[in-house]
């Protein structure tokens, strides 16, 4: 799986570098709380006083004595005049970028510059946004990376994904990460790892028991579409509206149409 298929000479994402170095293109999804690690850590700092004001913290301690919740949640609109980071939370966030009331935001997370997160946006950690993005109402992103001037700007849900350069997700799509489960993984809690398609048919395991997908460079979505977990779709796709894309390896350059529940009909664009 060429890494090239998803990532063009277009893209010039921060941490490409970092996307391109694992041996699938869904390993980077297993190092992004350290890339942000290292980001916060060569930034550091705390969230300026005259940012604070906007902002309402949230924490509390889990029932296990371990695990906390700590978050930001934006009480009125802001924007960062210059770069914000807080070392503690992990969280950084780019200048020039507007953050709308209502938004949640938990570390590990770094957002670029000139970015717009719009109401009632969840960023769950474990993120990664580039700069020049949209994130839209009600969308929410979980263990995702999310490069260069790319938009999930409505009612969108991202789960351990990967979205390249310049790519739109329309209103109502959904990436889902979680497979059906047997009755002994629901009561064990222990998931089976998922499998998917590569070039030559072959099944291939992840290693990750929640996968999503790889949207390659330049790929439109349409609204209402659900995408499955393993999918892994090339640069320069359409995928139309309605559509349920299955898991496996979906070449650059494709259109992807619903012709009923998993049926699907790929062929080449006529032009790119």
């Not at 010039?12 to 170095?21: I, K, N, P, W, Y």
């Not at 892994?232 to 350059?253: A, E, F, H, K, Q």
Request: proline share 4%.
């Amino acid at each position: 799986m060429k890494f090239a298929e998803y990532f063009t000479d277009k893209n010039h994402f921060t941490f490409l570098d970092e996307v391109r170095a694992g041996d699938e293109p869904w390993s980077a999804l297993n190092s992004i709380g350290s890339m942000v690690d290292d980001f916060v850590c060569h930034e550091k700092g705390h969230l300026p006083g005259d940012f604070e004001k906007f902002l309402y913290f949230n924490y509390a301690p889990m029932p296990d004595g371990v695990s906390e919740d700590r978050s930001i949640m934006i009480m009125r609109t802001a924007f960062t005049h210059s770069p914000v980071c807080d070392s503690d939370l992990k969280i950084y966030i780019g200048p020039g970028t507007v953050l709308e009331t209502g938004v949640v935001i938990k570390g590990p997370c770094v957002i670029g510059e000139r970015c717009e997160i719009r109401h009632g946006a969840y960023i769950r950690g474990n993120v990664i946004v580039g700069d020049e993005c949209v994130i839209g109402h009600a969308t929410e992103v979980k263990n995702s990376i999310i490069m260069d001037n790319s938009n999930a700007g409505h009612f969108n849900y991202l789960g351990d994904s990967i979205m390249g350069s310049y790519c739109n997700l329309g209103a109502g799509t959904i990436l889902a990460n979680l497979k059906f489960r047997t009755r002994e993984e629901i009561l064990s809690g222990k998931i089976r790892n998922i499998r998917t398609n590569s070039h030559t048919g072959q099944m291939i395991g992840s290693d990750r028991n929640k996968l999503g997908a790889v949207i390659g460079d330049f790929t439109e979505i349409g609204c209402n579409t659900v995408v499955l977990p393993g999918a892994l779709v090339g640069s320069d796709c359409w995928i139309y509206p309605n559509t349920t894309v299955n898991r496996g390896v979906y070449p650059p350059g494709s259109v992807i149409r619903g012709k009923g529940a998993l049926d699907l009909e790929i062929v080449k664009r006529k032009s790119i």
